[in-house]
């Protein structure tokens, strides 16, 4: 939806703020006027917290990856995302519940992750996991990387 109101200005309408529509409307908005459209309640799309009865959670992607992807966003819409976000690693990358009450945290270490894929599951599912990283690591999968 694309409209000239009366200063002149291009106005433009995106419609849904998930993160392909919230990146859009930021790199836009350096030509134009920006109006973001959502349905939902909150933005974000499945970057989000969803609140459960003991406290919110993050759900969306569990690991940031290919944080070129995000420098290029926030250099096109005339930002650096280091002056918005502050990185840090953390040991636990993802934490995973079942309804049956089981858990399985995910690791930076792949080795520790393997161990936790031994304990959950079998030491088979953990030799598959060291596989598919070393794999991954030669460069079977393209750009993933464990």
Sequence with gaps: MISTHMAGRTRIGVIGAGIGGLSAAAVLSRYADVIVFERGAVSGGKVRQQNTQTSPID??????????????????????????????????????????GSALDLYADIKASADAIARFSSAKDATNYLEFCRQSKAGHFGEMRC
């Design 59 to 100: 759900c969306g992607p569990t690991v940031f990856t290919m944080r070129w992807v995000f420098d290029d966003i926030f250099e096109a819409a005339g930002a650096r995302l280091a002056d918005h976000i502050e990185f840090s690693k953390i040991d636990v990358l993802a934490r995973h519940f079942w309804r049956d």
